[in-house]
């Protein structure tokens, strides 16, 4: 088996640090279409990661899992951005700090 | 004879089925009917009985027991140690009270018949007169103490029925005889209580309470030549061995005696045989005292003439009443065994006799005199057992009850006479006002007081009542003790007996009978002859007596048939001695003796006949001259009071020798004083003010005021209160955290992420920092 070419540090760390911007990304945005794509980056980033795992273990489980995750990501952007359209219908915006109906 | 003797069942159920009829059907039927079904029960009841009768004369005289068929089955008392079934003894006994009974029984339905005509229950007062006759029979045929009492018991209860009879008359005089009633019932529990007793010792001692065991023969021991004094011994055996089975009460003390040295144990100590034979006889006597109204618990009879007058001639005066008699008749072994207790019935007997006369002077009512009578003339029935003489008591208790039973039809032929007079009177009074005076008797309400009972208002009946004045002469001259009639040979053969245990054989109470009676005696011509004059003698006193109104046939028959009775008969007993167209003697004694053992008969004495008899005469021709020629105004005093020198004797015999009052002092007021100390006092201030209150209430209340209070309210209440107090402030700051805001939650879930990751990956940092 060939010694990879890249050090799996820097995915980690790469991966470390786009799951972080998405979280970040979903805490400080109010628009709806902004934290849905940084949820997508963090989404990436743990896909980045396991990619990253399953070329340094040579086990393609972690590239079976990733495809899941593109599947599952897909399907999410389906559904939140019809949920996004309907909130914006009855609400006519789509900032997430105008839908505090369930405060206590 | 045997064959005969197994009828007996029938006597009892020929009544039975009567009341049966008249109870369920008798306000279908016509009192004509009732009376037929009634009195042809009793009827043919008293056939039965004298089919016995003449099957017993034909035979040895043997008694028999008698299980009734089918019926013995099923009618018994089952207890711990011995089934008590329905036995009947046939005996010459027993006979004899049947034929009484059932006889006397039949004609006072008769007469009912007529006197109880337009009553409103008269097909119930049927129902209770043959209810009457089945207990009696039971009573006087049972073989066993405890059928007995079950009789004994069965005819107080029919008493108690028919005292109270008439308890819904007007003017507070159904209050009267309701109260009557209750007397009658509770002194005679009094009574029972005694009897109760005498059985309890006999099954403790015997452990049966049978008289006899089928088959149990009385051997005749001694028969002496009957000329000497005409002692028949009748024993245990005729120099047979005893037989080997079991024996009745009877048998066995006759072998006890026999044997000798018997000893009772009762458990903590126990007590030689004769003792507790003496024990069981005083305990009867406390029995025979109150149904047969001796001293002290005679006060309930008087009073008992409440009842419809055929009441009073067929239960107080014939039969009931003489059911101590029998009971003490029936238990000669065990009395001949017990002369200190025959001493105590003679003077009880005696006492009763001389008192009961005393205070028959004295009396207005015409049927309280008759009730005195009654009590006077038991006494001296009693005294005639006491002192050993079974056939005489017997012979008396029969004659006594053809007269006496007489004597109280007659006056309620009279009373009868008199009320209806008093009505035709009153309304012919009315008749202006109402036109038609007939409108039946039902209107008593506007009617002054009038009482038909009081002699005052009597007075010249004879001419009214002419039949009946001839049959009530008769009966007087019969209880009043004059040849021929059947009370002399029946008084005189009692005083013989008298005479004989004072004089042969120096017994005191033989003395003192003999005084007594013989002032009794007296005494009974007088207050007797007293009445004769009041009533049928002399002028009518009031319109009522006047205008009497005679009864009819039906009412007349039965005295008839009871003055044949009183005239002849006592040619059933005609004492030793006495040659009377070659009559026999004795009959009684001698048919007696087969089933009353130690009966003895007596020689006629002259002396003491002449005696009597001029005790009778003297006392009547007394009478006769201080209530003539005119004995009474109506409201006025008696000739005795009017006189100086008796006035006061009067006065205490009016008074009824204050027996109610001593009672009502030393008995009633104390136990009332007592029992509403008991309710006052204990029960209500002690027991419940005190105890439950205390006790119970207040520790309730506390106990539940604590449950309530610190406990529910406090403990348990307050628990559940701050739990959601406590619930409620926790969701109310919890739900500071729900913002709203999806940054918010997004975040906590950061953090719980972090937290999460940090506690998985503590194993790996742990290793790391090791190192």
């Known amino acids: 088996m060939q010694p990879p070419a890249v050090a799996i540090d820097y995915f980690i760390v790469l991966s470390a640090v786009l799951f972080i911007m998405g979280v970040l990304g979903v805490l400080v945005r109010r628009n709806a279409i902004m934290i849905f794509m940084s949820v997508e980056l963090m989404l990436n980033a743990a896909n980045l990661s396991l990619v990253a795992f399953a070329r340094q273990w040579g086990n393609m489980n972690g590239q079976l899992a990733v495809f899941f995750v593109i599947t599952i990501a897909a399907a999410e952007v389906a559904i939140g951005l019809a949920l996004i359209v309907a909130i914006f219908r009855s609400k006519k915006s789509i900032d997430v700090d105008e839908l505090n109906m369930m405060q206590g | ?771």
Not at chain 2, 596 to 618: D, I, Q, R, S
Not at chain 2, 658 to 684: C, F, G, H, M, V
Not at chain 2, 695 to 720: C, H, T
């Open chain 2, 1 to 771: 004879m045997e064959t005969f003797a197994s009828l007996v069942p029938l006597v009892v159920i020929f009544p039975a089925i009567g009341l049966s009829i008249n109870l369920f059907l008798g306000r279908y039927l016509s009192e004509r009917v009732i009376g037929a079904i009634a009195s042809g029960a009793a009827g043919l009841a008293f056939v039965v009985s004298l089919t016995m009768l003449i099957a017993m004369t034909g035979s040895n005289y043997e008694g028999f027991v008698v299980n009734p068929p089918i019926l013995s089955s099923f009618i018994y008392i089952p207890s711990a140690a011995i089934d008590i079934g329905w036995q009947m003894r046939v005996d010459t006994l027993s006979l004899t009270m049947m034929m009484v009974v059932t006889g006397i029984g039949t004609l006072i339905h008769i007469y009912a018949i007529g006197y109880m005509h337009g009553d409103p229950r008269f097909a119930r007062f049927f129902v209770y007169l043959n209810l009457f006759l089945v207990f009696m029979l039971v009573l006087v045929t049972g073989n066993n103490f405890l059928v007995l009492f079950v009789g004994w018991e069965g005819v107080g209860l029919c008493s108690f029925l028919l005292i109270g009879f008439w308890f819904d008359k007007k003017k507070g005089v159904g209050w009267k005889n309701s109260n009557a009633a209750r007397k009658a019932f509770i002194v005679n529990r009094v009574g029972d209580f005694g009897l109760l007793m005498a059985i309890f010792l006999m099954f403790w001692t015997f452990g049966t309470l049978d008289f006899y065991k089928p088959g149990e023969v009385l051997h005749i021991e001694e028969k002496k030549a009957a000329v000497n004094d005409g002692t028949v011994l009748a024993g245990y055996s005729e120099g047979k061995e005893p037989s080997k089975g079991p024996m009745g009460v009877f048998g066995q003390t006759e072998k006890w005696l026999k044997e000798g040295g018997h000893i009772v144990n009762f458990g903590p100590f126990s007590l030689p045989f004769e003792t507790v034979v003496t024990l069981i006889t005083l305990f009867m006597l406390v029995g025979v005292t109150g149904k047969s109204a001796q001293i002290p618990l005679f006060v309930w009879l008087p009073d008992a003439m409440a009842g419809p007058t055929p009441v009073s001639a067929l239960i107080h005066a014939a039969t009931m009443v003489t059911a101590g008699i029998y009971l003490i008749t029936r238990s000669s072994v065990l009395y001949h065994a017990a002369p200190f207790s025959s001493a105590i019935v003679t003077i009880v007997g005696a006492t009763t006799a001389l008192m009961a006369g005393f205070v028959a002077l004295g009396q207005w009512d015409i049927k309280k005199v008759l009730a005195y009578s009654t009590v006077s003339q038991l006494g001296f029935m009693v005294a005639a057992v006491g002192l050993g003489g079974y056939a005489a008591g017997m012979f008396h208790l029969i004659t006594h009850a053809f007269f006496k039973a007489l004597l109280f039809l007659g006056s309620g032929s009279v009373i009868h006479a008199v009320e209806h007079g008093h009505h035709h009177v009153a309304h012919e009074k009315h008749a202006a006002g109402h036109g038609d005076g007939h409108g039946g008797h039902d209107d008593h309400a506007e009617e002054e007081e009038f009482d038909p009972q009081d002699m005052r208002n009597m007075g010249g009946l004879r001419k009214k009542l002419p039949l009946t004045y001839a049959l009530y002469l008769i009966a007087t001259l019969a209880l009043a003790g004059i040849f021929p009639l059947a009370g002399f040979w029946s008084k005189d053969e009692i005083l013989g007996k008298a005479f004989n245990a004072a004089f042969n054989d120096g017994k005191f109470e033989g003395f003192y009978a003999l005084v007594l009676l013989l002032i009794a005696a007296g005494f009974t011509a007088f207050y007797m002859w007293r009445q004769i004059k009041m009533v049928f003698l002399g002028q009518p006193r009031t319109e009522a007596a006047a205008n009497a109104v005679g009864t009819g046939p039906v009412m007349y028959l039965p005295l008839v048939v009871l003055g044949l009775l009183t005239v002849f008969g006592g040619l059933m007993n005609i004492p030793l001695g006495v040659n009377l167209f070659g009559w026999p003697n004795e009959s009684l004694v001698l048919w007696l003796e087969h089933s009353v053992p130690y009966t003895k008969g007596l020689e006629f004495n002259l002396f003491l006949a002449l005696v009597a008899l001029a005790v009778a005469g003297v006392a009547i021709l007394m009478a006769n001259s201080v209530y003539s020629p005119s004995p009474l105004t109506a409201r006025g005093k008696d000739k005795l009071e009017a006189n100086a020198s008796t006035r006061q004797a009067f006065r205490l015999a009016n008074a009824k020798l204050y027996w109610d009052e001593t009672y009502s002092r030393l008995i009633e007021q104390p136990y009332n004083r007592l029992s509403q100390w008991l309710a006052n006092k204990l029960d209500w201030e002690f027991w419940h003010d005190r105890f439950h209150h205390t006790l119970f209430r207040d520790l309730y209340n506390r106990l539940s005021e604590f449950l309530a209070k610190p406990v529910d309210r406090g403990a348990i209440d307050q628990g559940f209160n701050n739990v959601g107090r406590g619930v409620q402030e926790l969701g109310a700051r919890l739900r500071q955290t729900q913002t709203g805001y999806v940054r918010t939650y997004v975040f906590t879930m950061l953090v719980g992420v972090v937290i999460v990751v940090l506690i998985l990956l503590f194993p790996l940092l742990r290793q790391l920092l090791s190192q």
